[in-house]
T-cell receptor, first 115, second 114 residues
Framework: GAVVSQHPSWVICKSGTSVKIECRSLDFQATTMFWYRQFPKQSLMLMATSNEGSKATYEQGVEKDKFLINHASLTLSTLTVTSAHPEDSSFYIC???????????FGDGTRLSIL | KQEVTQIPAALSVPEGENLVLNCSFTDSAIYNLQWFRQDPGKGLTSLLLIQSSQREQTSGRLNASLDKSSGRSTLYIAASQPGDSATYLCAVTYSGGGADGLTFGKGTHLIIQP
């Protein structure tokens, strides 16, 4: 069964809306979770590393004020897309791993469509 | 900047054939390499993970090999089935502490014809 749960699966909303996406590790504690974005026909690109109890680490070119990450507990990380615009429409997906030498487990992703 | 390249980008074969998907990475100092399967509009399913010290991993009809020095990995699928149709992604990580995310290739879109 799923070990990482991501919610919601789909979001369609108007431009200017802020959208929150949740990522939960179901049966293990994750001090680190990762957020990725995938545009059509492109590879998954790492956006940021979510660290429990501290600030997230963002990849170059990702606006930290645009994509707010909160990792307040060992089982939950949230990504908030603030004031979303059509160019933010994409597939967002999170991952977490039990240990460094174990596979990363991915959520089912969130398809975000901004009108 | 690390780059992961997957060849071919798309592949369509009749059911029952054996096939090989290729992955190459520019920086050979990887910690591990993973192969994933992604179904349309869905998340990722981990298929195989190969540590940098290993040469291959097997799971059922899948076999993944790793040649770290040359920066290459292959995913071998035996006796392909229509249910194998999906996009296959190769990804590497360069940190053993779990502190780094994965660098992905663009994937190989595989269609198995019934």
């Amino acid at each position: 069964g799923a070990v990482v749960s991501q919610h919601p699966s789909w979001v369609i909303c108007k431009s200017g809306t802020s959208v929150k996406i949740e990522c939960r590790s179901l049966d293990f504690q994750a001090t680190t979770m990762f957020w990725y974005r995938q545009f059509p026909k492109q590879s998954l690109m790492l956006m940021a590393t979510s660290n429990e109890g501290s600030k997230a680490t963002y990849e170059q070119g990702v606006e930290k004020d645009k994509f707010l990450i909160n990792h307040a507990s060992l089982t939950l990380s949230t990504l908030t897309v603030t004031s979303a615009h059509p160019e933010d429409s994409s597939f967002y997906i999170c991952s977490a791993g039990r240990q460094s030498n174990q596979p990363q487990h991915f959520g089912d992703g969130t398809r975000l469509s901004i009108l | 900047k690390q780059e992961v390249t997957q060849i071919p980008a798309a592949l369509s074969v009749p059911e029952g054939e054996n096939l090989v998907l290729n992955c190459s990475f520019t920086d050979s100092a990887i910690y591990n390499l993973q192969w994933f399967r992604q179904d349309p509009g869905k998340g990722l399913t981990s298929l195989l993970l190969i540590q940098s010290s290993q040469r291959e991993q097997t799971s059922g009809r899948l076999n993944a090999s790793l040649d770290k020095s040359s920066g290459r990995s292959t995913l071998y699928i035996a006796a392909s089935q229509p249910g194998d149709s999906a996009t296959y992604l190769c990804a590497v990580t360069y940190s053993g502490g779990g502190a780094d995310g994965l660098t992905f290739g663009k994937g190989t879109h595989l269609i198995i014809q019934p």
